[in-house]
């Protein structure tokens, strides 16, 4: 089952940043919190993940908590093209993944 | 990132017919594929997780007579729909990762659709 519980959907301006949280207060000590997102009628797309630090890369950053229990991921521009569905997973590295609900992310001009 | 290919993307097939579906890893070297399903307006659910060279593990509810997995190198997976049924319509996903890297790849997905 999936450890984590993001919102449904979410709405961002374009050219704004589009700040999506994932709760996973269940959370082992060897899981990282790894980010995809899925457009329509197309495989996930891998956008970063991390285990305690704060990642960035091209794509987004990654904002894990002290404690672990949450993390956001940040789009610092987002564009028309970010309109997906948004996965937050928690796994150890190599392990299943066993996907949640996701944020559906409406990018509006 | 890794490239992930998926071979048919789209098959319409009868009912009671087979279908095989192919995944490889185009360069890299995947110890692991995994199998997903996605029903529309719905979630990735796991089917079965399957190592180069030995049995697949299959998720709780999935039939492993029925979802057939052979994972014979390190670049191929395929999953074999037996006797598909219309109720075994789906998008199916495959994903791979290596032992040196810590994300799963995806393959684009191929799309069931049983008359």
């Known amino acids: 089952d999936a450890k984590t519980t993001q919102p449904p959907s979410m709405d961002c301006a374009e050219g704004r940043a589009a700040n999506l949280p994932c709760n996973h207060s269940?959370?082992?000590?060897?899981?990282?919190v790894y980010w995809y997102r899925q457009i329509h009628s197309q495989g996930p797309q891998y956008i970063i993940h991390?285990?305690?630090n704060n990642e960035t890369n091209e794509m987004a950053s990654l904002i894990i908590t002290e404690d672990r229990k949450s993390s956001t991921l940040i789009l610092p521009h987002a564009t028309l093209r970010d309109t997906a569905v948004y996965y937050c997973?928690?796994?150890?590295?190599?392990?299943?993944?066993?996907f949640g609900t996701g944020t559906s992310l409406t990018v509006i001009p | 990132g890794a490239v992930v290919s998926q071979h048919p993307s789209r098959v319409i097939c009868k009912s009671g017919t087979s279908v095989k579906i192919e995944c490889r890893s185009l360069?890299?070297?995947?110890?692991?594929m995994f199998w997903y399903r996605q029903f529309p307006k719905q979630s990735l659910m796991l089917m079965a997780t399957s190592n180069e060279g030995s049995k697949a593990t299959y998720e709780q509810g999935v039939e492993k007579d029925k979802f057939l997995i052979n994972h014979a190198s390190l670049t191929l997976s395929t999953l074999t729909v037996t006797s598909a049924h219309p109720e075994d319509s789906s998008f199916y996903i495959c994903?791979?990762?290596?032992?040196?890297?810590?994300?799963?790849?995806f393959g684009p997905g191929t799309r069931l659709t049983v008359l």
């Open positions: 360069d890299f070297q995947a110890t692991t």
């Open positions: 991390g285990l305690k």
């Open positions: 269940t959370i082992s000590g060897n899981e990282y």
């Open positions: 994903s791979a990762s290596s032992g040196t890297k810590n994300e799963q790849f």
């Open positions: 997973i928690v796994a150890p590295t190599g392990n299943q993944f066993y």
